[in-house]
């Protein structure tokens, strides 16, 4: 475990206080998910929890959603108590963002606990407020030795399992907050926009799965209020939303937050929906996400906006958040000779290597969408991912990689890491250049964790084009296995502040670590 001086867990009043009111959206989903009323008496409430992302050494950017237009104030205090608090004024909440609202925080401590209580008061009376909700967080340390730890995963409400109050609903989320991790990472698919939740479902061995249900998930997402009501889903859950409000979250997007398998330009075939034109649904898609994640890249003009950024947390680690959803091509055969645009887009490359050239972290963790050498079909002939199962020399979107793992080495940038999720199992592969078809490139490790809360699938086969071997796997024998049969599964990475030892652990739900790898600070391979 890391070396960090001990941080005080936030205290059972700050973690209920930051929950209470959340707990009455699953009592009464139906009321939660209707349309603010305006003619409401009464005060503004955020019934919905607080979130905070990108937390870095110095700065941290607060979420909320009102039930009506408010004003937003962010207090921030080094004890649970709020003394001497010090106050932050955010915008007016209302039904141009879904009544959501971020706050950005700076010139915090670095490595300290921070308490935070937001305030939503009526915006013609700014004396009329609603009941505080609260949370906390840690900033990145300024000091190697006291090290870091996170979690990470991926792949929530898919294949229609939603929240099922008969199992608790997604108590995943209170086994990682009870870990308490300085951030956690989602690896993308944090709602399945394609996916409807129906009210039950009859497994296998004829038990009845009960899910939750809101009006926006019963049918695919096409319209940005359907967008928005899908994202608003899983914060019925209580455990997500005490998880949100003692956890920092660094938040990715994948193919499910628009439709499964989409790249830009594509015109859908799919009979269920009328919006036939993908890049309109997801320009909807992505309004509504920023709208409800704290992701600081997101909160600039238009033109600005970007998914993919650096959130660089102490002297021990850089974490770069890829966007292999955006600036792709088309999935197709993948075995196009030329392919400059691949999975990641030219901009999005150069900007890549440009800032693992300038990190001096002891890490660089790339946190990617989507695997790398994992076979992930679309279709009958096209591929997801980038691998497209020719153990060739690389070809389509393989290019691209190939290119960015050459530049890795010949730069001597040590230490780099891959994490992924996608695929709804959990994995460890080694890549090494003796095993593969393309040599120009120095070992590493890619872990693969997920789902969180969906159905878990077969593992996918292996491309061999950059020599990777399968070292550890957990995987059903059968698709779409509900998580009432099947453990959910996330990853913790835990660097060491004295040692500077890379850790990754993967875990099944239920607090079993199934397997284990440390790696060594400054060495290519390990």
């Known amino acids: 475990m890391s070396h960090r001086p001990p941080v005080p867990v936030p ?33 503004p409430s955020a019934s919905w929890g607080v979130q905070v992302g990108d937390v870095t050494a110095s700065s941290a950017l607060v979420w909320v959603r009102s039930d009506r237009p408010a004003q937003m104030v962010v207090e921030t205090s080094a004890t ?17 963002t879904d ?66 109050p008969d199992i608790g609903g997604y108590r995943v989320y209170d086994e990682m907050r009870r870990l308490d991790p300085d951030f956690f990472l989602c690896s993308g698919d944090n709602i399945y926009a394609d996916g409807v939740i129906e009210p039950s479902v009859t497994l296998p061995d004829g038990r009845i799965w009960r899910n939750i249900t809101t009006p926006e998930k019963s049918k695919v997402a096409e ?63 992505m309004r509504a996400f920023r709208e409800y994640f704290p992701v600081t890249t997101l909160q600039g003009s238009p033109d600005e906006r970007r998914m993919h950024r ?32 691949g999975i990641l887009g030219t901009e999005q490359l150069r900007w890549l290597k440009r800032e693992l050239s300038r990190s001096r972290a002891v890490w ?15 279709g009958a002939t096209d591929f997801e991912a980038v691998a497209q199962g020719d153990p060739g020399a690389p070809l389509g979107r393989e290019l691209q990689i190939a290119e960015l793992l050459r530049y890795i080495k010949h730069r001597r940038i040590t230490g780099t890491v891959w994490l992924t999720a996608d695929v709804h199992y959990t994995s460890a592969q ?22 969180l809360a969906a159905g878990s699938f077969p593992a996918n086969a292996l491309d061999g084009t950059f020599g990777p071997e399968r070292v550890f796997v957990r995987a059903p ?50």
Not at 312 to 341: C, E, I, K, T, Y
Not at 364 to 378: C, E, F, N, R
Request: proline letters at 8%; hydrophobic letters at 40%; zero cysteines.
């Open 99 to 164: 009544f959501t609202g971020t706050t950005p925080l700076y010139g915090l401590p670095a490595g300290e606990q921070v308490h935070y209580r937001v305030t939503l008061a009526d915006p013609h009376d700014p004396r009329r407020t609603g009941k505080p909700v609260y949370g906390t967080f840690r900033t990145a340390p300024a000091r190697r030795r006291d090290g870091v730890r996170f979690l990470w995963s991926g792949d929530i409400a898919g294949q229609g399992w939603g929240i099922n």
């Open 364 to 378: 660089k963790v790339i946190a990617a969408d989507m695997p790398l050498g994992l076979v992930v079909p679309d």
């Open 223 to 285: 319209t940005l209020d359907e967008y928005r009501g899908n994202f608003r889903y899983n914060l019925l859950d209580d455990n997500l939303r005490a998880f949100n409000a003692q956890v920092p979250s660094v938040v990715q997007w994948d193919d499910h937050e628009v439709r499964n398998n989409w790249y830009p330009g594509q015109i859908l075939d799919d009979v269920r929906y009328t919006e036939k034109n993908v890049d309109l649904l997801a320009t909807r898609s």
């Open 477 to 526: 024998d059968r698709q779409n296995v509900s998580p009432m049969e099947q453990p959910q599964f996330f990853g913790e990475v835990d660097i060491d502040g004295g040692s500077g030892e890379l850790t990754v652990r993967l875990r099944a739900q239920g607090g079993t670590v199934l397997f284990s790898k440390v790696l060594q600070p400054g060495r290519a391979g390990q």
């Open 310 to 341: 650096v959130v660089r947390h102490g002297p021990l680690l850089d974490l770069f958040v890829l966007d292999m959803r955006s600036f792709r091509n088309a999935n197709s055969p993948g075995r196009q000779p030329d392919d400059a645009q």
């Open 11 to 43: 205290g059972r009043r700050t973690v209920l206080r930051g929950s209470l009111l959340a707990s009455a959206a699953v009592a009464v989903p139906a009321a939660v998910t209707t349309a603010p009323a305006f003619a409401l008496s009464g005060r």
């Open 430 to 451: 080694h890549y090494a250049p003796e095993r593969a078809a393309f040599k120009d490139f120095a070992p590493f490790w890619e872990f693969v964790s997920g789902p």
């Open 80 to 96: 649970e108590s709020f003394r001497r608090p010090r106050a932050w004024h955010g915008p007016l909440v209302d039904a141009g």
